[in-house]
Nanobody, 126 residues
């Protein structure tokens, strides 16, 4: 079992930055691809960024590419999302997720994630 806990959300002005963290409980964290999703009120959940098990490969949605950076520290069982140049349309609840299958390859934005955190609110004001 993998348990995920997000933190780092908050209120920030447009153009500002936030860093989200997701701490995982499992000792096999380094086997799993990880991803960040977000969901705004009344909208469908969408993928934002993903990273493979080792951290070598990263993937981003078009809406955040160039502004967000996903990274991981397997020694700390933690994945991060550095968000720069934030826009009001980035406002959402952000969730981290883990793939239940070890060492997944391919475009990880399209992978099937089976473990989810509780979410952390990000609000960007103009």
């Amino acid at each position: 079992q993998v348990q995920l806990v997000e933190s780092g959300g908050g209120l920030v002005q447009a153009g500002g930055s936030l860093r989200l963290s997701c701490a995982a409980s499992g000792r096999t964290f380094d086997r799993y691809a990880m991803a960040w999703f977000r969901q705004a009120p009344g909208k469908e959940r969408e993928s934002v960024a993903a990273i493979n098990y080792s951290g070598v490969d990263t993937y981003y949605s078009n809406s955040v590419n160039g502004r967000f950076t996903i990274s991981r520290d397997n020694a700390k069982n933690t994945v991060y999302l550095q968000m720069n140049s934030l826009k009001p349309e980035d406002t959402a609840v952000y969730y981290c997720a883990a793939d239940g299958r070890p060492f997944t390859l391919g475009n990880l934005l399209s992978s099937k994630y089976t473990y989810w955190g509780q979410g952390t609110q990000v609000t960007v004001s103009s």
